[in-house]
């Protein structure tokens, strides 16, 4: 699968999604709009040839996209939104289901850390028997405390069966990005492009030396609420770092033959689009928080840094 240092991490099982229990809706408009944002669509400009940017990720060429309005969520997911939809339905995660998920190695007992299974490029992320979206850190944590922080350890599967449960579903790519500009035009960052204009900190991700150091200067070490610092343009929270964030769209880095008006991305493929970036990202390894940067993991995949937000059909 697509990989890159601090991001993503080697998919586990099969490569294709293994079947839901229910099949997705294609269109999804009838649940509610509480904290939902209203997106008037229309054209902008996709992608960029950033400097600070990664060719091979398919970022460009800056391109024309169309879309239609939409509603998407003002925040990502929180804890306590999905344990409601698992009260309710009796999801079981894929992290579960496995029995394991990646945890960063820093956030991490001795006791579960020594002996803990590790990518052979990625040494500071750790398999964790028993972490999963109740228990972000492995066996004895806990999301008590953390009811109005994105839930994590959710794969795309986990997210998709969420969305249509809240009668949504997952953006695509083109939604994703137009979203994060916030009505800006080809800026690096939701905000304009400086990382942290006049001193000021827009968004949680690495601070310091990675994977060393997190001074956590902007006042999170590891997730935030979900409404932390300042929205965008578009009134949209943390679409820059906190949790990477699943797209609809299959992976894919040849842009040529995209479409530009309504995009949903290829027919099938092995990986799942994320954006964003996380609390994990620095500019040393992966810089990928700026709005056009993209990343991808498998379906079944989840990690300690990963959420989502949904998105909603007008109603006709």
């Not at 079981?92 to 990646?102: I, K, M, N, V």
């Not at 769209?249 to 970036?277: F, L, M, Y």
């Not at 390894?285 to 709005?291: L, S, T």
Request: hydrophobic residues 35%; proline residues 8%.
């Amino acid at each position: 699968m697509h990989d890159s240092p601090c991001c993503s991490l080697s998919g586990r099982g099969p490569a294709q999604p293994v079947p839901l229990s229910a099949p997705l809706p294609t269109a999804a408009s009838g649940g509610s709009t509480e904290g939902m944002v209203l997106l008037p669509g229309g054209e902008f400009l996709m992608g960029a040839e950033d400097s600070e940017g990664f060719p091979a990720d398919g970022e460009g060429p800056v391109r024309a996209v169309r879309l239609d309005a939409f509603r998407m969520d003002a925040c990502a997911v929180t804890n306590a939104e999905f344990a409601a939809f698992v009260v309710d339905t009796g999801h079981l995660t894929d992290a579960e289901r496995f029995g394991w998920s990646y945890v960063f190695a820093g956030f991490l007992p001795g006791a579960l850390r020594r002996g803990a299974p590790r990518p052979e490029h990625t040494p500071w992320w750790c398999g964790v028997e028993g972490a999963s979206w109740q228990f972000p850190e492995g066996p004895g944590s806990t999301v008590e405390e953390r009811g109005d922080h994105p839930v994590v350890h959710v794969s795309w599967q986990d997210a998709a069966a969420y969305a249509a449960w809240a009668g949504k579903r997952l953006p695509t790519e083109a939604e994703w990005e137009y979203a994060a500009r916030g009505g800006l035009e080809q800026k690096r960052y939701p905000w304009g492009d400086e990382l942290n204009p006049g001193g000021e900190y827009r968004c949680n991700i690495w601070r310091g030396t990675f994977p060393a150091k997190n001074t956590a200067d902007d006042g999170h070490r590891g997730t935030a609420p979900v409404d932390a610092f300042e929205p965008n343009g578009f009134g949209l929270y943390n679409v820059s770092g906190n949790v990477w964030e699943w797209c609809a769209d299959w992976w894919a880095t040849d842009q040529a033959t995209a479409e530009r008006i309504n995009p949903t991305g290829p027919g099938s493929g092995t990986a799942k689009v994320i954006r964003g970036g996380s609390h994990m990202c620095h500019k040393s390894y992966c810089n990928r928080y700026r709005v056009a940067a993209r990343s991808a993991n498998t379906a079944d995949s989840s990690s300690g840094h990963t959420g989502f937000r949904c998105v909603q059909d007008m109603r006709p």
